[in-house]
């Protein structure tokens, strides 16, 4: 678990489970705006920005809601 103050409120970070099985958790606070890197083989429900040809995405996080994600590639 990881809390990172900034000037516009807390980032809230949160991962459970083992390689393959993990739950990711995170918050932005309202107002800020946020990209997730991830291998580009997860499937998750964020809009995707970019694909890198070393086989990562980049995600928007949302702003000022929580995000729960279920990763099984990382």
């Given amino acids: 678990d990881l809390t990172a103050h900034t000037v516009k409120g807390p980032i809230q970070f949160q991962s459970r489970g083992p390689l393959g099985s993990r739950q990711l958790s995170l918050e932005l606070p309202p107002g800020c705006e946020g990209e997730l890197v991830l291998p580009a083989?997860?499937?998750i429900p964020?809009?995707?920005?970019?694909?890198?040809?070393?086989?990562?995405?980049?995600?928007r996080l949302p702003s000022g809601k929580p995000?729960?994600?279920a990763l099984s590639k990382t």
């Fill in 46 to 59: 964020l809009e995707q920005l970019h694909e890198s040809s070393a086989g990562l995405a980049r995600y």
């Fill in 67 to 69: 995000v729960t994600l």
């Fill in 41 to 43: 083989a997860e499937n």
